[in-house]
């Protein structure tokens, strides 16, 4: 089954969640994504059903939501209306395309790992823009060995991949009691 077919029907099964998830990176620079300057323009890369996006919209961003599953950004179009926010969708399969032209002032990516599109995020971010990114990383394999290894960060990779950017925090992999890496970070004015 092809990897959009393969998501609409994960996104077919679990329907419309119940409350809006907010990603405990974007909870924790809730004060800093705050302080960012007009236009307020953030971009959720492989948004699934867009629980991070509809968050940006509620803090009054103008948010682009992009990832190849229709129902998934259905869902998150249904989200944001329960939400009292609107959000604008792309489908698009980031496999084989590219990210939306920014620049954009916030650009976050959550459980989706594309090694091809970590520097494309952080070039289309508006001088001064945010960066929030969290995915699997080899531990992971610790707690589901038939997870695919191609998907999973090694260690340093985010610092490698964003050493462009300023960063606010990081775990990129070094604890082994950790199955995720992640960074926020900002790009220098």
Same mark, same amino acid.
């Given at each position: 089954?092809? $990897?959009?077919? @393969?998501? =609409? /029907?994960?996104?077919?099964?679990? $329907? !419309?969640a119940p409350a809006? @998830?907010?990603e405990p990176?974007?909870? @924790?620079?809730?004060?800093?994504?705050? %302080?960012?300057? %007009?236009?307020r323009t953030a971009l959720d890369v492989a948004a699934g059903a867009c629980h991070a996006a509809v968050y940006l919209a509620t803090q009054g961003f103008d948010v682009t939501a992009v990832d190849c599953s229709a129902v998934g950004l259905a869902l998150g179009q249904k989200l944001a209306e329960r939400e009292g926010v609107s959000i604008s969708t792309i489908e698009a399969d980031l496999g084989i395309g590219d990210l939306p032209a920014g620049p954009w002032s916030l650009v976050c990516c959550f459980l989706y790992l594309n090694r091809d599109l970590l520097g494309p995020m952080a070039a289309i971010l508006a001088p001064g823009g945010l960066l929030f990114y969290s995915t699997f990383n080899v531990h992971h394999l610790n707690k589901a060995p038939a997870f695919n290894p191609l998907y999973l960060l090694q260690? $340093? &990779? !985010?610092? &490698?991949?964003?050493?462009?950017l300023d960063v606010l925090t990081l775990s /990129? $992999? =070094?604890d082994p009691k950790e199955n995720a890496s992640w960074i926020a970070a900002r790009r220098p004015a």
């Amino acid at each position: 089954m092809s $990897g959009p077919s @393969r998501w =609409d /029907d994960k996104y077919r099964t679990a $329907g !419309l969640a119940p409350a809006l @998830r907010v990603e405990p990176l974007l909870k @924790r620079y809730k004060n800093t994504i705050a %302080q960012l300057s %007009q236009p307020r323009t953030a971009l959720d890369v492989a948004a699934g059903a867009c629980h991070a996006a509809v968050y940006l919209a509620t803090q009054g961003f103008d948010v682009t939501a992009v990832d190849c599953s229709a129902v998934g950004l259905a869902l998150g179009q249904k989200l944001a209306e329960r939400e009292g926010v609107s959000i604008s969708t792309i489908e698009a399969d980031l496999g084989i395309g590219d990210l939306p032209a920014g620049p954009w002032s916030l650009v976050c990516c959550f459980l989706y790992l594309n090694r091809d599109l970590l520097g494309p995020m952080a070039a289309i971010l508006a001088p001064g823009g945010l960066l929030f990114y969290s995915t699997f990383n080899v531990h992971h394999l610790n707690k589901a060995p038939a997870f695919n290894p191609l998907y999973l960060l090694q260690p $340093g &990779e !985010l610092a &490698e991949h964003f050493s462009m950017l300023d960063v606010l925090t990081l775990s /990129d $992999g =070094d604890d082994p009691k950790e199955n995720a890496s992640w960074i926020a970070a900002r790009r220098p004015a």
